[in-house]
């Protein structure tokens, strides 16, 4: 009996043991880090091409690093769906007229990453122009061996 | 052994077929009683990483008992912020916290306690709600709105906030890794009916 409880524990543990610890898909830290600032500034690059084309460019890039479960919280505190944050750079009622990130940290979770910085676009947005820095929230999870976007929330700094 | 090649029980009492690592008893007796076992046990084997693994594609139910979970820890929390509880706090928070309040600023774990012991957070009322989850693997994704009333370092609050926070599950606790907080604006807080309620 004892042989086949040992017997049991090792088809049980087998699989997980032979994996050994989370290894981050063979990845260590730095290459997360990589990955993560490629996809990020991927994902920046396709913004700009979609809202400056109206949509005509970029969208299969957004389409790839949005996950379709995105939740998307502007500077004004709106919560937006994948679909209604595509239609906001489509609309025409956003338009960068500088682009830039000046800081920023990850913090790696297996296959969870949370990004935070701080954003220094200057853009127009329904005619209004924001020149005050943002503090942001990215978190991508990979699936299947792609990172995706699954959260953005963006805060006007008021007090460094 | 390649598979459904028949091959000798270890106990010589039964000719048994490996079947994709499933042995499958043609004997019968007190030798087929310990097969059975055996079979039962690698069933059993073979299975449980499978559950486990099932884990990693959460089903609704599963997604469900994650957001009771999450949503038991943020009563607790917000219990614990207007107690000024900083060892309950200590426990939620994850030692890596990324706080980013309404102004923007980025706060620690630390400083983010010391708020609530410093007496600097004071809750004239308390309201947090309209939660929506996000549920993936061992990170779960936490929106909603507060329409707390709070002193803030001696300037009222009252303005709704929208936030999200984010939740990592390690060595079978759940803890809050990241938060942050938006001003709701003026054009859009009459959309907020949760708040005007």
């Known amino acids: ?105 990850l913090h790696i979770y297996g296959d969870t990453v949370v990004m935070t910085g701080r954003a220094t676009s200057e853009v127009e947005y329904k005619g209004k122009m924001n020149r005050v820095p943002r503090r942001f929230t990215n978190v991508y999870i990979r699936s299947s061996g792609q990172w995706r976007l699954v959260a953005h929330q963006a805060t006007t700094i008021t007090e460094p | 052994m390649e598979a459904g090649r028949p091959e000798r029980d270890p106990r010589g009492a039964a000719e048994v077929v490996r079947l994709g690592g499933v042995l499958v008893n043609h004997g019968k007796g007190s030798s087929g009683r310990h097969l059975r076992r055996w079979v039962i046990v690698l069933i059993l084997g073979m299975a449980a990483p499978v559950l486990l693994g099932a884990q990693d594609q959460p089903d609704a139910t599963h997604e469900l008992a994650i957001e009771k979970e999450i949503l038991a820890i943020e009563t607790l929390k917000n219990s614990a912020m207007q107690k000024g509880d900083a060892e309950a706090l200590e426990q939620i928070y994850g030692d890596s916290l990324i706080f980013v309040n309404a102004r923007g600023q980025v706060l620690a774990k630390h400083d983010r306690v010391k708020e609530f012991t410093s007496g600097n957070v004071k809750y004239i009322s308390f309201r947090q709600g309209e939660y929506h989850f996000h549920i993936y693997e061992n990170t779960a994704i936490v929106t909603g709105v507060a329409c707390s009333i709070v002193d803030y370092h001696g300037n009222v609050n009252r303005t709704p906030r929208r936030f999200t926070s984010v939740y990592i599950k390690r060595i079978g606790q759940w803890r809050l890794v990241a938060h942050q907080a938006t001003l709701v604006s003026s054009e859009d807080v009459d959309s907020l009916a949760y708040c005007s309620n």
């Open chain 1, 1 to 105: 009996m004892r042989f086949v409880l040992v017997l049991f524990l090792l088809a049980v543990a087998g699989p997980r043991v032979a994996g050994g610890p989370p290894t981050n898909g063979g990845n260590t830290n730095d290459n997360i880090e990589k990955e993560i600032l490629k996809i990020d500034d991927e994902k920046d690059q396709a913004m700009q091409r979609y809202v400056a084309s109206r949509g005509a460019e970029g969208g299969s890039d957004l389409d790839r690093i949005y996950a379709d479960d995105l939740v998307f919280v502007n500077t004004h505190g709106a919560l937006l769906t994948k679909a209604q944050r595509l239609e906001d750079l489509r609309s025409g009622s956003l338009k960068f007229i500088s682009f830039g990130r000046d800081s920023y940290s």
